[in-house]
């Protein structure tokens, strides 16, 4: 079974997005921050990490460039332009952009196509 | 909802946006406000989204400065731009502070800021609250107008009753297209 951290500070989105999640037969763990994240990455290893941009403690810019092999998707309100998308997804292990609010059947859409491939 | 007029008869306003049309309606009033000098505090849209979001939608720039506190938090920026400042993060209410102080001693028409909702994820209502407090009492001593954007989150937003008490006035931003 595939498993995904959802890393998020606002507790109705970890666990709407958990619940969609577990639903479609995806395994979820949650993290209330990227500084929460890297703490769990210790014992956890997920398949997939939904993160938002916007939480507090560290930046994610910096919380991304400590996390090594493991695919991440954005999800986030946070609207960056098409360039700016392209450019983050340039780095090696962001696959992926949500923006929120997002269309759950887009959600599963996406995270179903990041861990196919 | 004519912003100019709201503008003219009121120095601050905090402006309510349904979380549904927030979009449409801050590009609506950007519109209506940028026949005049802007300085716009942008939280949750980096310069660049800002940018083709307002070029799509034909909002005039010229006018426009921008103070970005978002976009630091997602990749490296070396410089600010000629009309683009960032700061590092929109919990940095130190330097937000600081770079509006520094902007408004430019006397722009309208400073937009967009939103107090995004300074909540960081921070609890009451230094929110506290820096708004100061950030308005020096509003007042200059000639820019100012509109505070939050979410719609209902009257009984704690955030939202503490902000309407130090606003001239409080709008419920519908689209009116």
């Known amino acids: 079974m595939k498993k995904i951290m959802v890393v998020d500070d606002e507790p109705d989105i970890r666990a709407s997005v958990k619940t969609i999640l577990e639903k479609k037969g995806y395994k979820v763990v949650t993290a209330i921050s990227g500084d929460d994240c890297l703490k769990q990455l210790k014992k956890e290893k997920p398949d997939l990490i939904l993160m938002d941009i916007m939480m507090p403690g560290t930046p994610t810019r910096e919380v991304v460039k400590k996390i090594k092999d493991i695919k991440i998707s954005f999800l986030s309100v946070v609207r960056t332009s098409e360039a700016e998308k392209e450019e983050l997804m340039k780095q090696s292990n962001i696959v992926d952009f949500i923006q929120k609010p997002f269309d759950i059947d887009e959600l599963i859409k996406r995270v179903n196509k990041i861990l196919k491939d | ?177």
């Open chain 2, 1 to 177: 909802m004519d912003i100019i007029k709201e503008l003219d008869q009121n120095h601050t306003c905090l402006g309510l946006v349904p979380s549904i049309e927030y979009n449409n309606i801050i590009v609506n009033m950007a519109w209506q406000l940028s026949k005049k000098s802007v300085c716009y505090v942008t939280l949750n849209k980096t310069y660049d989204s800002l940018k083709e979001l307002f070029e799509k939608k034909g909002v005039n720039m010229k006018n426009m400065v921008f103070i970005d506190a978002i976009s630091k938090t997602i990749k490296k920026i070396d410089d600010n731009e000629d009309n683009c400042y960032y700061v590092s993060s929109p919990s940095a209410l130190t330097e937000i502070s600081l770079a509006i102080s520094k902007f408004l001693k430019h006397d722009f028409d309208y400073l937009i800021f967009d939103s107090l909702t995004n300074l909540t994820v960081y921070e609890k209502n009451a230094p929110v609250a506290k820096f708004l407090s100061s950030l308005i009492n020096k509003i007042n001593e200059t000639k820019t107008r100012a509109i505070f954007y939050t979410i719609n989150m209902g009257e009984q937003s704690e955030l939202i009753k503490e902000v309407s008490m130090f606003v001239d006035n409080t709008l419920n931003l519908e689209n009116t297209g």
